[in-house]
């Protein structure tokens, strides 16, 4: 039976608006200069194969659910139930809502940006936007069809009006910048602006329409705030380009969207959660705020930390459209993310600001992912808390850098997060999903091995000491698996691993001729300081292919082992190691909150004794996983210290984000399985515990934000300066 319901409309709508989107894309004249296929260059082929795979996926949607068949009753009850879900309502309009908002956003830039750099950007990447946000409001017109009328206007009118303001503030604003011009005319239309704002806030009070009448005043106050910004001299406003204004637009829709998500809430509710996202917003911008001026005013040697490695790699990235991969130094990933913000014409010194502030973006966006994360793991204080104790405690002395560490310290902590519930319960989709991320972050940089045989080691020694004569057995999370298929999960950890790697290791082999071919692990890692690098295999062509030089010359195992007594080797690794313990403990903001945490954790296995070591019994392999996962890596780390004449402080930062989840997910273990713990003669709720702690850590973010880290960051001589 064929139906034309809403939701095959959807599927249809979204079928017409890829074939739009692929239109614009194959319209745009390609560039010989970056040409890689069909004259088209690589980022533009992989735009068309994903706007070719949205239309496939409609379309095939769409035609079995208008045919009725047994795939399209399947879809039309997932895509039903989930919009139906009161739990995912707010969420999915949150999404929505953002699309559209950011969508607009961005196709207004093009008709009044001049900046021919962000420009040039933006038409690249006009047709995604256009199919992005053209899929946004298809999906919210779906949504909204079985909401009651009123409600129905006003999510409406909410897109117009959010919509329309980021239009007309672009109108006003035509330099590629949040600026407040001087002259009385934008005054005057910027004041117009303001008290329309408040008149509508009024209006829509009057009206009855809270929620509306409080977007209104956001936008009134965020017009105030960005006026008296300028007018108190806070130039970050009048200097970062293409950043404030989605900020406060978007600020702005999430905190109405967060209350009316709450179906069944108070205004009150409403309220709490409004005020919640624009802290965080605020958060955010101050985040930006201090992590540029740190780049502006203290990282200005592009020579620091192999900056100018990354700058010259990116150029080179650029320079042969994207088939550049790098002499196997530093890993292709984040010059190659690098690259498309590049503006082939700037000057190694205009690449190297705009790269640093391509890199704090980037790290905002990472620390939203950190936050989802957590979320999808601890409760919504915790997750905050996480969430800014990375910002305050790690990424803000990171981000305004030429540097991957950013970005390898997220894709780190994911691989070790999968790997760890890989440990727990196996399976083939997990196994898959980590292969992939340890396949990417190899990518970013060469140190996935370790924690990788380290993950296989752990699982081994599990898989025989749990073996059962059954066929099947109970894993960690009380699912059943066959000894078969949890041994073939793990397995394909590395199959994926491998396999998505084999283009850069086939190459690796053909030019280098060896498939795991790096510099730092081949060769440095054999070497007793940088200047020995630098005029051993380095000057002997190791980056262009092997080393000229006689075998018994080259560094390896075997060499060092004959050139180097016992006593070396353990000195060698003791001040290493030392080392990397003056590493943790000398940098503000990286030693407190783990060892607070540290010391919460201990104290509650200590006083919930014997319960606790029940829970270690249960979850003794990942715990074991954890924990060798962090020992491992300190006496490597320490071991190359020398090589990096002992400069190496971003090699055991990687540690960070995955300790802080690991102790966070083994407090809320132990809570949980406690429930209460007798302090001498009280008896204390573990859940009034984390309450109170949580309240503790989010004093010391706040204060540690407002006072210390500014003061911290505006030093060259500080650790994060070196």
């Not at 093009?110 to 690249?124: C, K, N, Q």
């Not at 209350?259 to 911008?285: D, E, F, I, Q, S």
């Not at 004569?469 to 073939?488: D, F, H, I, L, W």
């Not at 051993?536 to 082992?561: L, N």
Request: glycine share 10%; hydrophobic share 50%.
């Amino acid at each position: 039976m064929k139906k034309f319901d809403a939701v095959t409309r959807l599927m249809w709508a979204i079928t017409a608006e890829s074939l739009i989107a692929g239109y614009m894309l194959v319209s745009i004249p390609g560039d010989p200069k970056n040409a890689w296929l069909f004259g088209f260059s690589t980022t533009r082929v992989v735009m068309i194969l994903a706007v070719l795979a949205v239309l496939a996926g409609s379309w095939w949607a769409g035609a079995h659910l208008w045919r009725g068949s047994k795939w399209g009753q399947r879809l039309r009850t997932a895509i039903d139930g989930a919009a139906g879900n009161e739990k995912t309502l707010g969420m999915g309009m949150h999404a929505l809502s953002a699309g559209i908002i950011v969508g607009i956003y961005l196709l207004a830039q093009l008709m009044y940006i001049s900046d021919a750099h962000y420009r040039g950007i933006l038409e690249r990447l006009a047709a995604v936007i256009f199919l992005g946000t053209a899929i946004s409001v298809s999906a919210a017109w779906y949504r909204l069809r079985g909401v009651k009328e009123e409600e129905s206007k006003r999510w409406l009118q909410i897109f117009l009006f959010v919509g329309g303001m980021a239009l007309l503030e672009r109108a006003w604003l035509p330099k590629p910048r949040i600026e407040f011009p001087q002259s009385a005319i934008s005054w005057l239309i910027g004041g117009t602006i303001l008290l329309a704002q408040i008149y509508a806030a009024l209006v829509q009070r009057r009206a009855g329409d809270k929620q509306g009448a409080w977007l209104a005043g956001v936008f009134a106050l965020s017009l105030l705030v960005k006026g008296q910004a300028v007018w108190l001299g806070w130039t970050r406003f009048d200097e970062e380009p293409l950043l404030y204004t989605p900020v406060l637009v978007l600020g702005a829709a999430l905190i109405w969207n967060a209350g009316a998500g709450l179906r069944n809430g108070t205004l009150r509710k409403a309220a709490g959660y409004g005020a919640l996202t624009a802290a965080l917003v605020c958060l955010g911008a101050f985040y930006f705020t201090q992590a540029s001026a740190h780049a502006k005013n203290v990282n200005v040697n592009i020579a620091l930390s192999d900056q100018n490695g990354f700058v010259n790699f990116t150029r080179q990235v650029k320079e042969t459209g994207f088939r550049f991969s790098g002499h196997r130094n530093q890993m292709p990933l984040y010059p190659y993310i690098q690259a498309v913000f590049m503006d082939s014409d700037a000057s190694e010194a205009q690449q190297f600001e705009r790269g640093k502030q391509v890199n704090i973006i980037l790290s905002l966006a990472l620390l939203a992912g950190i936050f989802v994360l957590g979320r999808s793991q601890f409760g919504l204080h915790h997750s905050i808390n996480l969430t800014l104790i990375c910002a305050f405690g790690l990424y803000i002395f990171k981000a305004g850098y030429y540097q991957v560490e950013a970005l390898y310290y997220f894709l780190a902590f994911g691989g070790f997060w999968l790997m760890a519930k890989m440990v727990a319960v196996p399976s083939l989709k997990l196994g898959i999903a980590t292969g992939a991320v340890l396949a990417i972050t190899h990518y970013a940089k060469a140190s996935v091995l370790p924690g990788l045989l380290i993950f296989w080691g752990v699982y081994g020694i599990k898989e025989i000491l749990t073996r059962e004569p059954k066929p099947k057995a109970v894993m960690e999370g009380g699912k059943r698996q066959s000894p078969k298929k949890r041994v073939a999960s793990v397995l394909l950890v590395g199959v994926v691993y491998l396999g998505l790697l084999s283009p850069y290791l086939h190459e690796s082999k053909q030019i280098y001729g060896k498939y795991f071919y790096n510099l730092n692990s081949t060769f440095f890692i054999w070497y007793d300081s940088w200047n020995e690098a630098l005029v051993g295999v380095t000057a002997r062509g190791a980056q262009v292919g092997w080393p000229d030089m006689p075998d018994d010359e080259i560094p390896s195992a075997q060499k060092y082992w004959r050139e180097h007594s016992l006593e070396d080797i353990g000195e060698r690794l003791w001040s290493g190691s030392k080392h990397q313990f003056e590493n943790i403990s000398n940098p503000y903001g990286f030693y407190n909150y783990p060892l607070m945490f540290l010391a919460a954790g201990a104290l509650l296995f200590g006083f919930g004794l014997p319960k606790s070591l029940n829970v270690l019994r249960k979850h003794g392999y990942t715990a074991g996983f954890s924990v060798s996962y962090f020992i491992a890596h300190i006496p490597l780390f320490g071991w190359l210290s020398p090589v990096a004449n002992f400069q190496d402080y971003r090699f055991v930062y990687g540690l960070y984000l995955p300790f802080m989840f690991a102790i966070s997910m083994a407090i809320k273990t132990l809570a949980a399985e406690l429930e209460t713990i007798k302090v001498f003669k009280y008896t204390i709720k573990t859940a009034d515990l984390a309450a109170i702690g949580s309240m503790v850590v989010t004093v010391m973010i706040l204060t540690d934000a407002a006072i210390v880290i500014p003061e911290q960051m505006m030093h060259p001589d500080r650790w994060f300066g070196k």
